[in-house]
C-alpha cells in the first residue's frame, strides 16, 4: 500500500516580511483612519490574528511610525520614474514622471494628514498611546528621547530629493540639445511646480499631469517671446 505524500508546511516569513506585510495592509487604513485605527482592523485586512502584529511591532504606536516611514520612502517612485521609457517623447516621459510623483506625494499627504487630524503627536505628553500601550512597554534598550521609526533624519531627505531629482534628470537628458535650460535645471524647476501644485489642495492635485507639462515646457504665452 502507497504511503500518502507528507505535507509540508510553507516556510514561514521573517520578521522584517511580517512587518511589510502588516504595513502594506495597515496603509490604506492610517490614510483613512489615522491614529484611530486599531490594530484589530489592521489584523483583519492582514488576515492574521492581532496577537501576530505584536509579535513583529511593539505597539500601535510603531505600526504607525513604519506607515509613515513606507509613505515617504522615495524608493517607490525612484523605481517607476527608472522604468519610464527613454524612447518616448518627453512630454510624455514627464508626463508619466509627474502622474507617479502626484501618487507618491498624495499617498504621503493622506497619511501624514489622517495622523494629524486624528491628533496623533511623536512627541505626545507621557501617557498611554493610542495602540493603549502604556510607554513603558518600549523595546528593551530604547529610550524615551530615541528617534521614532518613522522619523527621517534632514540628511536623509536631502539624499532621497537629490536621487528623485537625478532620476529625473536622466528623463530630460536625451532632449539636452532641444532645451534652453540644462536637464539638471529643468528637473529641479518640474519638482517646484508639482510640490506647489499639490501645496494648494484639490484645485491643484485636480490639473491634469498633461497640462502641467505642458506648462513647463512650452510656457503659457500663445507664441513664445511675444509677452513684453
Known amino acids: 500500500m502507497t504511503e500518502p505524500p507528507t505535507r509540508r508546511r510553507a516556510p514561514g516569513m ?38 501576530t502584529i505584536f509579535r513583529a511591532f511593539k505597539d500601535k ?11 515617504v520612502n522615495p524608493h517607490h517612485v525612484q523605481r517607476e520614474l527608472a522604468s519610464i521609457s ?3 517623447p518627453l512630454a510624455d516621459r514627464l508626463t508619466e514622471a509627474a502622474e507617479a510623483m502626484r501618487a507618491h506625494l498624495t499617498r504621503m499627504g493622506a497619511v501624514a494628514g489622517a495622523l494629524h487630524a486624528s491628533g496623533h503627536r511623536r512627541d505626545r505628553a507621557p501617557g498611554r498611546s493610542p495602540g493603549g500601550r502604556s510607554p513603558d512597554d ?17 540628511d536623509s ?3 532621497a530629493m537629490r536621487a528623485t531629482r537625478d532620476a529625473l534628470t536622466e528623463l530630460v537628458e536625451p532632449d539636452r540639445a ?12 518640474f519638482l517646484g511646480m ?32 511675444s509677452g513684453t
Open 14 to 51: 521573517s520578521t522584517e516580511q511580517r512587518r511589510a506585510m502588516i504595513v502594506a495592509a495597515a496603509l490604506p487604513l492610517v490614510a483613512e483612519y489615522g491614529a484611530a485605527v486599531t490594530t484589530a482592523q489592521i489584523a483583519r485586512a492582514a488576515g492574521i490574528g492581532e496577537a
Open 61 to 71: 504606536e510603531e505600526v504607525l511610525a513604519a506607515c509613515t516611514a513606507e509613505a
Open 86 to 88: 527613454l524612447d518616448q
Open 138 to 154: 518600549r523595546a528593551p534598550g530604547r529610550s524615551p528621547g530615541d528617534r521614532a521609526p518613522g522619523d527621517r533624519p534632514a
Open 157 to 159: 531627505r536631502e539624499t
Open 178 to 189: 532641444a532645451l534652453r535650460l540644462p536637464p539638471e535645471r529643468v528637473a529641479s524647476i
Open 194 to 225: 508639482l510640490f506647489t501644485q499639490l501645496h494648494f489642495g484639490a484645485e491643484g492635485a485636480g490639473a491634469d499631469p498633461a497640462e502641467f507639462v505642458d506648462v513647463l515646457l512650452h510656457g503659457t504665452l500663445r507664441k513664445p517671446g
